[in-house]
């Protein structure tokens, strides 16, 4: 059993930055943030697995960047650069097992543990 709680969520003018964390209890080999707006599907950002692989989303290439803290009990988002197309409820999933390509680390199919999701508004 994987618990997930979000954190670092808030309002912030476009242009501006903001760092989500993401506290994890239990195996966690692939951790991934998504996001999902209004009427919209829930998407994939970005995901990271147990060697330090990474993936994101091309919305979000170069702007935010994904990481975990030495013990991998911690999972960050720092997005840089926010413009009002990022506003959406952002979720921290975890999956404990390897997926077997990066693409797969996106889709929100894979992931059995899920937050409870922090709002991030970006205000043009």
């Known amino acids: 059993q994987v618990q997930l709680v979000e954190s670092g969520g808030g309002s912030v003018q476009a242009g501006g930055s903001l760092r989500l964390s993401c506290a994890a209890s239990g195996s966690t080999y692939t951790m991934a943030w998504f996001r999902q707006a209004p009427g919209k599907e829930r998407e994939g950002v970005a995901a990271?697995?147990?060697?330090?692989?990474?993936n994101y989303a091309d919305s979000v290439k170069g702007r935010f960047t994904i990481s975990q803290d030495n013990a991998k009990t911690t999972l960050y988002l720092q997005m840089d650069n926010l413009s009002s197309e990022d506003t959406a409820m952002y979720y921290c999933?975890?999956?404990?097992?390897?997926?077997?390509?990066?693409?797969?680390?996106?889709?929100?199919?894979?992931?059995?543990?899920w937050g409870q999701g922090t709002q991030v508004t970006v205000s043009s």
């Open positions: 999933a975890a999956e404990p097992r390897v997926l077997s390509t990066v693409v797969s680390m996106l889709l929100k199919s894979n992931y059995r543990y």
């Open positions: 990271i697995n147990f060697v330090g692989t990474t």
